[in-house]
């Protein structure tokens, strides 16, 4: 399977770092809106070709499938270049702006036949898969309530893109998306979001806290912050039991399941399937599916993609964060501290 990357920054070279060493998949392009920078990421990786501009990669007809791993403010112009030319994509996440733009690229892919899977790695992730499982089987009966939060310690000064609204900066796309999307795995969409938040000057969020609830009656408590460095751990509780994750809730190393009545039952990561912090569970997800003729992947549905920019634009929405070019409304009155 020939992969083409899209972006040369720090999660392009984790990701094609994993890619290379599976047997079955092979680099063979990479872009960059720089040449120069092009050219050192495919001499560090010895990948054939490298191009200063983005369409070339796009319309290199050698290209299986493109990964897209531009900052989110540049995935619906990217992705959608690469889908436009045929190409099959693999976007990271957040998976675009806001969902008007999502909807945009989901639309793109299922007209013209073409595969397209957000990167998100941690559904990927056998030991996820696992957690997941004995949820769904009712290891812990009906689920209750979700916890989970992510934050850095920064600090990160006005000029990183974590800071800058053009780059859809802030904690809740660049890290919140995961406690999202962890709830929304277990959970499904949700039928009331709330939310609070700190914002910089600039105004994005330094933090969030954001509010989940389903007509279930299950809730989901989720933070994130690029202020403050947090234990990114996770709990979910049912009415028999509790399944916890101590550290790194989106690649453990273990989990524990609490059953009532019963000794605790620790589950560990299998060496075998490499470092927990690899990205190829995702990539061979990718050309698993393109092998058997998907067009996306059932491990990362699209309309679960959708349903996660959904609940992102509602809780922007609460907390009064739009980036520069968005046109829709605010749902409610934002509840925020400025500082």
Known sequence: MRWGILATGGIAAAFTADLVDLPDAEVVAVASRSEASAKTFAERFGIPRAYGDWRALAEDTDVDVVYVATPHAAHRVAA????????????????????????ELVA???????????????????????????????AIGEVRTVQADFGLAG?????????????GGGALLDLGVYPVSFAQLLLGEPS??????????????????????????AIASLHCSIVGGTGTSASVTGSEGRIDIPSGFFFPEEFVLHR?????????????????????????????ALRV?????????????????????????????RYPGEEHRLGEEPAITPV
């Open 80 to 103: 959608g270049m690469c889908l436009e030319a045929g190409r099959n994509v693999l976007c990271e996440k957040a998976f675009t702006l806001n969902v008007r733009e999502a909807e």
């Open 108 to 138: 793109l892919a299922r007209d013209r036949g073409r595969f397209l899977m957000e990167a998100m790695w941690m559904y990927c992730n056998p030991l996820v898969r696992r957690l997941t499982e004995l949820v769904r089987d009712g």
């Open 155 to 167: 600090p990160f000064p006005p000029s990183h893109r974590l800071r800058d609204p053009a780059q």
């Open 192 to 217: 009331d979001v709330t939310g609070r938040a700190v914002l910089s000057e600039e105004g994005v969020d330094l933090q969030t806290g954001a509010l989940l609830s389903w007509e279930s009656g």
């Open 260 to 288: 009532d009545g019963r000794d605790p039952r620790v589950f560990t990561a299998d060496p075998a399937d490499g470092p927990r912090n690899s990205l190829r569970h995702e990539a061979a997800e990718v050309m698993r």
């Open 293 to 321: 003729g998907e067009t996306e992947s059932p491990l990362v549905p699209l309309d679960g993609t959708l349903a996660v920019m959904r609940t992102l634009d509602a809780v922007r929405d609460r907390i009064g964060v």
